[in-house]
């Protein structure tokens, strides 16, 4: 299966299609018997099917791994080593000697995953199956040879697309901007006070901002969505000062004042304990003092407070606190523990302003009005560092645990950022041109932080990429100049969630973004969906780009962008599940490299939008709606791809065509808005017959008539086979169709592969089957009225689809949203026994009454009846499978089928074809850096130990030396002969080309890596 360019040559009648997964469980002798270049592995999985498909995925996860780890590693040196190696082999390797060659140069399995510890067998699986990955990804063409210029060009285009990425900003972001919804008429009760304080925990019970405000010894609650105030909360007797909270088990949160007070306060806001910070908490009799900051350190259990007014070093102390029983038990002031004092080891000379606890690290860092930082590690209870590159005094921290940055501001107009390890100085966060008033972190984010100066300035930060994202000013400084409202006066700022903040002053403003919805696939429309058979995965075009899914996972694996200029409205994966043909919205063709998105050839574009493309052996069919054309493209050549036929689809009753599906041979069946289905035939280019249709009949549809002279009939069997019983019966089998017809618009077809079947769907429910060859050529046999739901509303079917291998049932989704599954197998049985009768009869004397159809004159002929117009019931039945219409039915073809739907709302969804259970949905979640947790459950059903041995034989195939007595031997038994595989096997022969082995994008001459190598 894997010959090189010769034997391509040799053998131009062969089909590209992959054979079926189930045919891969079993590993033939004869392939047994020959020689290997390698020793495939030896690999089981847990008998428990559960345990086998987790290990199988993280079996296909270390695969991607050490794919990805062997590119990211080359260098020049390892280059030169392997040009040798091509050149020692003349220039192309087999896939037996890729094998072979790369094998020992793949770095070893596990080191991307140090904590999961792997067998010798699965190592050497997971290397094999890497390497032949890497050979199928360079030998795109499929010519069974990779060539030293496929290799390097396919190295470049990965490393080119490595690099738009990480240059590129990961995720979308959003600009904040007014609340519309949100009124916070509330203003603070002394004259010229402000609200100088805002707290809110996400952990928190009570789902509260707690708001300070300045002169006040009470606090208000208010409610996050609408701020309005909840209740008033007494307790302190003058104002308010710091505040945190204690979150499990704790669930407490903790109040300091101007009054010497520390209150404890329980989950619903009730006092808990009242604590005075006498000398028990100073250390020297008679002295009180009150803590202006409060920090509470999880991880040690431990709440720091700083002294408000002292300027000595030992104004920061903390209490151990185990639990709330230790805090009830005190009804005073508990002692600090001595043991986390930082007296010894702090010279701050000012009041610390602010105190932030950066767990990871296990260290604490202090920001004073001194101009200093100070870090102490509380493991070892020693000072680490002093950094002192601000210039006034400070009065803000905070701590990113991703990247391990410290931010810093205060009176100077710039952030400092710092390596906390090591002490050093960053980065510096300039923009603004005051004072900076507050930092606050934006939750459920790893890298987005926000500040705003004293004059009402706020910048979100990206402090990944070192980039100010947005830039706004909180108030409207001429209107506050001329009066019209009130001076803001910022003195805090506090996010409440990852897409709203609240800045408060003298006044309170709020401001939210519109965010993805983390819940849907994209943003934006998506046009199409496909299942890559051999790498498990699911394809769906967004704009100009394609994202890839792991079909296991349901987790996103990699986007190629910008593959296309405009949009991509059509979509489908070579045979062989190496190429991906594009199609979009100027008409636009281009066949690209699955693995990484490059250019291989364009294909003649479309005037218009091109709404759908098949590929079938030899050949690509593309279908553009407004241009109402189809086009039969030649695959032959890797490099372009000449027009072979345009077939006009725009005659009568014909020319609103919405789909077609092709018959595996050489009849093409369209179907129309105008209720009609019409059958073309790609030699001639020309439509040879019409099913009757309401609006005419059969007396309006032309008859089937073909006039074919010698010449091009001979042409057509050159092409197309040497099947010439359809065309000859045709004229004989006529245009009486019978009286069923189609109602309303006919919206999709499917021609099944095992059965004598077309299927056709319409805008009423209604779904009829038309014999095709042996059968009575494109007449009617059955007609099905579906079941979606209310009977009192009309579904229009919009998606189709056949189930697989037995293709016994029949999958419909409507434009309601509703997915059903209904059975068939009566409609299959009774037109496969009806071509097992007819082909009998034909080999036992009858063949020509059997081509002339005279035979047909002797059976009963499908009309509307009860026998053939029917009502089936569903299988199952799903409402609102999506919220809106279904516009793809995929059907997985694996062991244990699986229905993959895509939906005008932006879902791709998969479903049980058994039960129609909901197995989850492909969701984009947040960009990178924003925790997110899945709404459903993504359960891919999946035979792990079948999964298994089909990749073992694919190894196994790959690493089969081959003679060339053996290949000139099989080019002789095969040659002329056709062979048609199903799809979902890598496992196809080559395609036929003469052409010399072909850069990815078709470049000529070998690129210098020494710019391009992925970093």
């Keep these: 299966a894997l010959g090189g360019p010769r034997e391509a040559a040799r053998r131009p009648g062969l089909a590209r299609c992959p054979s079926p997964p189930a045919e891969a469980t079993t590993m033939n002798s004869t392939l047994l018997a020959k020689r290997l270049s390698i020793r495939p592995s030896k690999l089981t999985l847990p008998s428990d099917p559960v345990l086998a498909a987790q290990e199988y995925i993280s079996l296909r996860q270390s695969i991607r791994d050490a794919f990805e780890s062997f590119l990211r590693n080359l260098n020049l040196q390892s280059l030169h080593k392997l040009e040798q190696e091509f050149e020692r082999h003349g220039g192309d390797l087999n896939s037996s000697t890729f094998l072979?060659?790369?094998?020992?140069?793949?770095?070893?399995?596990?080191?991307?995953?140090?904590?999961?510890?792997?067998?010798?067998?699965?190592?050497?699986?997971?290397?094999?199956?890497?390497?032949?990955?890497?050979?199928?990804?360079?030998?795109?063409?499929?010519?069974?040879?990779?060539?030293?210029?496929?290799?390097?060009?396919?190295?470049?285009?990965?490393?080119?697309?490595?690099?738009?990425?990480?240059?590129?900003?990961?995720?979308?972001?959003?600009?904040?901007?007014?609340?519309?919804?949100?009124?916070?008429?509330?203003?603070?009760?002394?004259?010229?006070?402000?609200?100088?304080?805002?707290?809110?925990?996400?952990?928190?019970?009570?789902?509260?901002?707690?708001?300070?405000?300045?002169?006040?010894?009470?606090?208000?609650?208010?409610?996050?969505?609408?701020?309005a105030r909840k209740r008033r909360i007494e307790g302190h007797h003058q104002e308010l000062l710091s505040a945190t909270f204690l979150p499990e088990p704790f669930r407490c949160t903790v109040t300091s004042g101007n009054d010497n007070l520390v209150c404890f306060w329980d989950e619903n806001f009730n006092m808990i304990r009242k604590w005075t910070l006498d000398q028990t908490w100073t250390g020297e009799k008679g002295k009180v003092t009150c803590a202006g900051v409060l920090c509470w350190c999880h991880e040690i259990q431990a709440l720091y407070a700083a002294d408000h007014f002292s300027e000595k070093p030992d104004g920061v102390r903390a209490w151990r606190i185990r639990d709330m029983d230790m805090i009830r038990a005190h009804e005073v002031c508990m002692e600090p523990d001595k043991r986390l004092g930082l007296a010894k080891h702090s010279t701050h000379t000012r009041a610390v302003q602010a105190i932030c606890w950066m767990g990871p690290l296990k260290c604490l860092?202090?920001?004073?009005?001194?101009?200093?930082?100070?870090?102490?590690?509380?493991?070892?209870?020693?000072?680490?560092?002093?950094?002192?590159?601000?210039?006034?005094?400070?009065?803000?921290?905070?701590?990113?645990?991703?990247?391990?940055?410290?931010?810093?501001?205060?009176?100077?107009?710039?952030?400092?950022?710092?390596?906390?390890?090591?002490?050093?100085?960053?980065?510096?966060?300039?923009?603004?041109?005051?004072?900076?008033?507050?930092?606050?972190?934006?939750?459920?984010?790893?890298?987005?932080?926000?500040?705003?100066?004293?004059?009402?300035?706020?910048?979100?930060?990206?402090?990944?990429?070192l980039v100010c994202l947005q830039s706004f000013c909180a108030t409207d400084r001429q209107a506050e100049k001329n009066g019209e409202i009130e001076a803001l006066e910022p003195r805090a700022i506090c996010p409440l969630s990852r897409d709203r903040i609240i800045i408060s002053g003298r006044r309170m403003v709020v401001f939210d973004r519109e965010a993805s919805d983390p819940r849907v696939t994209a943003d934006w429309p998506i046009h199409a969906v496909a299942f890559n058979e051999r790498r498990i995965e699911i394809v769906t075009p967004i704009k100009n780009d394609l994202y890839v899914w792991c079909a296991l996972t349901g987790q996103m694996r990699t986007v190629h962008d910008n593959v296309i200029e405009g949009t991509i409205t059509a979509l489908t994966i070579g045979l062989g599940?190496?190429?991906?043909?594009?199609?979009?919205?100027?008409?636009?063709?281009?066949?690209?490299?699955?693995?990484?998105?490059?250019?291989?050839?364009?294909?003649?574009?479309?005037?218009?939008?091109?709404?759908?493309?098949?590929?079938?052996?030899?050949?690509?069919?593309?279908?553009?709606?407004?241009?109402?054309?189809?086009?039969?493209?030649?695959?032959?050549?890797?490099?372009?791809?000449?027009?072979?036929?345009?077939i006009d689809v725009s005659g009568p009753m014909g020319g609103s065509i919405t789909g077609f599906a092709f018959d595996g041979r050489d009849i093409i069946a369209g179907t129309s808005e105008e209720q009609a289905v019409v059958w073309y035939n790609m030699a001639f280019g020309k439509e040879v017959a019409r099913a009757p249709h309401a609006r005419g009949g059969d007396d309006d549809a032309p008859a089937p008539t073909l006039q074919r002279p010698p010449r091009r009939l001979k042409e057509a069997a050159a092409n197309f086979g040497d099947d010439t019983t359809e065309l000859s019966s045709l004229k004989a089998s006529g245009s009486s169709h019978g009286e069923v017809v189609h109602n309303a618009a006919v919206t999709c077809c499917a021609y099944f592969k095992d059965a004598p079947l077309l299927a056709t769907a319409d805008a009423e429910g209604s779904v009829i089957f038309w014999s095709v060859p042996p059968l009575r050529t494109y007449s009617f046999f059955n007609k099905l009225d579906l079941n979606f739901g209310d009977p009192s509303l009309t579904f229009s079917i919009s998606a189709l689809a056949l189930s697989w291998p037995d293709e016994e049932f029949i999958y419909a989704g409507v434009e309601r949203g509703n997915l059903a599954c209904v059975c068939i197998r009566h409609v299959v049985d009774n037109a496969k026994a009806l071509r097992t009768d007819i082909l009998r009869r034909k080999e036992s004397g009858e063949a020509a009454e059997v081509i002339s159809g005279r035979i047909f004159d002797a059976m009963p002929k499908p009309c509307d009846s009860p026998e053939y117009v029917m009502q089936m019931d569903n299988v199952w039945l799903v409402e609102k499978a999506h919220r809106g219409s279904i516009d793809r039915i995929v059907v997985c073809r694996r062991k244990l089928p699986v229905v993959l739907t895509l939906g005008s709302d932006a879902c791709v969804r998969i479903w049980s074809h058994e039960t129609g259970e909901a197995l989850g949905t492909l969701e984009q979640g947040l960009p990178e850096g924003l925790s997110y947790e899945r709404e459903t459950n993504w359960r891919f059903p999946m035979e792990a130990h079948e999964e298994l041995q089909r990749d073992m034989l694919f190894i196994t195939e790959a690493a089969a030396e081959k003679e060339e007595s053996e290949d000139e031997s099989d080019s002789e038994n095969t040659s002329g002969s056709r062979s048609e595989v199903p799809l979902g096997d890598s496992r196809q022969p080559p395609q036929p080309s003469a052409a010399a082995p072909r850069p990815l994008g078709g470049s000529k001459s070998s690129p210098d890596l020494r710019s391009t190598m992925p970093s």
């Design 100 to 227: 072979k060659i790369f094998e020992k140069v793949f770095p070893e399995p596990g080191v991307a995953q140090p904590n999961r510890s792997m067998s010798a067998n699965q190592k050497r699986f997971v290397q094999q199956m890497a390497c032949l990955t890497l050979f199928e990804c360079v030998d795109v063409d499929q010519s069974g040879e990779a060539s030293w210029m496929e290799f390097v060009e396919f190295v470049c285009a990965i490393a080119e697309e490595l690099r738009m990425q990480a240059a590129e900003e990961s995720g979308q972001t959003f600009d904040f901007h007014p609340a519309e919804q949100v009124a916070v008429p509330f203003r603070p009760a002394g004259p010229k006070c402000l609200f100088d304080k805002v707290f809110f925990w996400p952990d928190h019970p009570s789902e509260s901002a707690v708001i300070f405000e300045e002169g006040q010894p009470g606090f208000h609650l208010h409610r996050p969505k609408t701020l």
């Design 365 to 465: 860092a202090t920001a004073s009005l001194d101009t200093t930082v100070q870090i102490f590690d509380l493991v070892e209870m020693k000072r680490t560092y002093v950094l002192s590159q601000h210039k006034r005094g400070l009065t803000c921290l905070q701590y990113c645990p991703k990247n391990h940055m410290l931010l810093s501001g205060g009176f100077d107009n710039y952030i400092n950022i710092w390596d906390p390890g090591a002490g050093t100085l960053s980065f510096t966060l300039e923009g603004h041109e005051c004072s900076i008033a507050g930092i606050c972190p934006i939750p459920d984010t790893d890298y987005e932080f926000m500040s705003v100066d004293f004059e009402g300035q706020v910048r979100l930060w990206d402090v990944r990429r």
């Design 577 to 646: 599940c190496r190429r991906v043909f594009v199609g979009a919205d100027d008409g636009e063709i281009l066949a690209v490299n699955y693995a990484c998105g490059a250019l291989l050839k364009k294909l003649t574009p479309h005037a218009y939008e091109v709404t759908q493309i098949t590929c079938i052996p030899e050949k690509v069919l593309t279908l553009s709606v407004p241009e109402k054309v189809i086009v039969v493209h030649d695959d032959n050549d890797p490099d372009r791809a000449a027009v072979l036929k345009r």
